[in-house]
């Protein structure tokens, strides 16, 4: 049996779901496919570690290696043992080209894929990304961003939705879809009988008023936003060459939640950037109560080969360890005075299993009722980390 090991984003995720269906077809039935993330260096360790664990398993079985690490550095995955062949990112979705070298990513290679796991499914609309953060790679491992269009996207989900309560439309960078507004008001026309509808990863600086319009009238739009805020501080995220400031961030908040009150928001956090004095730290952390952030995504500092940031003055290692656990129980804190304000409140759940489901909020709920039904529940009480219900 084709088996696949995801690691990193959810793109990846729904990358190798279809990868893993194409492959039997490729003429690589019984593979492994091993799709590499390239945001940090331990998701590349622990990529390199799983090919190793899987070639002394099994030597004989043949191993496919792509994502945004085999693209950038294709020859150093290229002599990892039982590594069979090496994917590029612009042709893992096209397996006539599986047998090409790994070159620049056209502006034209494949968009879409979907992973259909459980109750929700993951459709990737956008790929790619044209902006120059001075930290990140994806750039060179994506190639430039690229659409799929509106009427493709809305058909291919409305299959989903005849299976699926829930779909989440994807990209490496969601936001620089040309008409993101516009596609998610025709999923919604095209699926009527979705539940929910969810949006992944967006760049704060790309959302305009048409977003905003489509944020405060379509209600089966989760009211769940996952921003990709990096920082807060105004010169970390100058030198980070990310297009928004801490003013504006507040004030995205503050309209999110004047348009949908009660909107759970987050997002990544990079802790301990290159030059990042404690003080700048210390606004990181009070940001994270300011905004009232539901949840955060915490990374360290990771040094990409490259990269300008990689250039910058670097702080040690266990100083941004430190700081990033610092972060995560901040956020942690945050999370728990957002979860206690949900206690009392009536919330549709989608069950994943039948003692366990998620809120619009994409927070987890513990609740006896049947998988895959969507239940209205009341809130009874809260660990700070889920939610417990009562159907209502």
Known sequence: MTEAL???????????????????????????????????????????QAIRRAHRADPARPILVTGCAAQVAPAAWAALPGVAR??????????????????????????VAAASGGTRAVLAVQQGCDHACTFCVIPRGRGPARALPVAEAASRAA?????????VL?????????????????????????ARLRLSSLDPA???????????????????????????EDLVLKRMGRRHRHAGLLALFRRAR???????LGGDLIAGFPTESEAQHAWLEQFIAEAGLAFAHVFPYSARPGTPAARMPALPVPLRRERAARLRAAAAASRARFLRGRVGC????????????????????ALAAPRGALVRARITDTDGATLRGEAA
């Open 6 to 48: 995801s690691f990193g984003c959810r793109l990846n995720a729904a990358e190798s779901e279809a990868m893993r269906a194409l492959a039997p077809g490729a003429g690589w039935a019984g593979a492994l496919l091993v799709n590499t993330c390239a945001v940090t260096a331990e998701a590349e360790a622990q990529a390199r």
């Open 206 to 232: 790309a959302l305009d008023e048409r977003f905003w319009a489509v944020w405060a009238e379509e209600e089966r739009l989760a009211p769940f936003l996952h921003l990709s805020l990096q920082h807060a």
């Open 159 to 167: 299959a989903l939705a005849e299976r699926h309560r829930e779909i």
């Open 86 to 111: 090496v994917i590029g990112n612009g042709a893992k979705l096209d397996p006539a080209s599986w047998d090409a070298p790994v070159g620049p990513i056209p502006r034209g290679a494949p968009v």
């Open 346 to 365: 009536l919330e549709e759940v989608l069950m994943e299993s039948d003692q366990r489901g998620h809120s619009a909020h994409l927070v987890p709920v």
């Open 258 to 264: 004047d348009l949908r009150p009660g909107a759970a």
């Open 170 to 194: 994807s990209g490496v960078d969601l936001a620089s879809h040309p008409d993101l507004p516009g596609l998610v008001r025709a999923v919604l026309r095209a699926a009527p009988g979705l």
